[in-house]
């Protein structure tokens, strides 16, 4: 719909439509109201303008349906209009779970991109069409915002943290990739695009560029290199708590409140591991705020969600449970 239209990209994903129709729908109801009152407007002050010196207005003694209509009516609106608007955020805010992820890195003034199996990109993103991405995001400055037109996706993009956003290209081509939030003098230079490829096409791009090693290769070897594995054994023996399974699960703190390992969870664990301590270990782990930046802590992320669970069967209430002699051991993941 109005695809030649500057102000109307083109429509190249699964969420595209379902965001025009909430705005064209908000629109109509602006663009009805504006004209219904303006014409009111006119009519009445053409209607009882007043025509004499000594014309004197009627009392007005109220009327309680049109109070009734004139409340009813807009209430009934705006809640369509909460309930649409929902159903379209929950949408862009909850990615399906075969959704392949893909971790993005905010910096002035330009976008750098991992994808899974190692590639690396800047200022360029390749998807498949017709397959879920989502986008783990987060910067090493300033606040910035990834914005693809055509796909109806924006999220900000925030230091110490990380945000996501998802979309399933539905056709083949080039989209714009902006920052949308004024990020400092270039500001209006950090674009990119987006290349969405056929699903085979995809796979010949992966497969040709050079061979590099998966983020969870990756971030196998800094695990071993800052000899996180010493620590967090899989046998649950060491230091820290096992890993393996981790993600995803509810564990329990020592001050008793229930968490998501996540990734922004994961992320607090390895920069700032003493503010929430697991119970059971103690605070020990030391900080690797500074020895690790955020391409590094992607492939660590990635590494640990790559860890399968072991069999061993553990405590629905606390799926890292500490070994009998962990009273002195770690907190963190």
Request: charged share 15%; with cysteine.
């Amino acid at each position: 719909m109005f695809s030649g239209f500057p102000l109307f990209p083109e429509q190249a994903s699964t969420v595209a439509g379902d965001v025009d129709n909430l705005y064209f729908f908000l629109l109509a109801i602006t663009a009805f109201f504006s004209t219904l009152i303006a014409g009111l407007v006119i009519y009445f002050a053409i209607r009882y303008r007043r025509r004499s010196e000594v014309e004197l207005p009627e009392p007005i003694t109220g009327s309680t349906k049109l109070e009734t209509l004139w409340t009813v009516i807009p209430a009934i609106i705006v809640m369509v209009i909460f309930a649409w608007g929902a159903k379209v955020f929950l949408s862009l805010h909850r990615p399906p779970s075969d959704a392949t992820p893909i971790y993005v890195v905010g910096k002035q003034w330009m976008w750098k991109l991992q994808h899974l199996e190692g590639q690396r990109e800047i200022n360029e993103l390749h998807v498949p069409v017709g397959r879920s991405v989502k986008m783990i995001m987060s910067s090493e400055d300033v606040i910035h915002s990834f914005y693809i037109p055509a796909f109806r996706v924006k999220a900000d993009v925030l230091p110490g943290r990380y945000t996501s956003i998802w979309f399933k290209a539905t056709k083949p081509g080039e989209y714009h990739l902006f920052c949308a939030e004024y990020c400092g003098t270039k500001h209006s230079g950090m674009i990119g695009k987006v290349v969405a490829l056929e699903p085979a096409a995809y796979e010949t791009w992966l497969a040709g560029g050079p061979r590099e090693q998966s983020m969870t290769a990756r971030g196998q070897f800094l695990f071993q290199n800052f000899s996180c594995n010493t620590c967090h054994r899989a046998d649950g023996q060491g230091r820290g708590p096992a890993l393996e399974g981790v993600f995803g699960k509810t564990i329990i703190l020592q001050n008793g409140q229930k968490v998501v390992v996540d990734d922004n969870y994961l992320r607090e664990s390895i920069l700032t591991p003493a503010s929430k301590v697991l119970a059971g270990y103690q605070p020990v782990m030391p900080t690797f705020q500074g020895q690790v930046n955020e391409e590094a802590l992607a492939q660590l992320l990635g590494y640990i969600k790559s860890l399968a669970p072991q069999a061993v069967t553990l405590p629905a209430t606390a799926p890292l449970t500490p070994s009998p002699r962990s009273e002195s051991q770690n907190s963190r993941p």
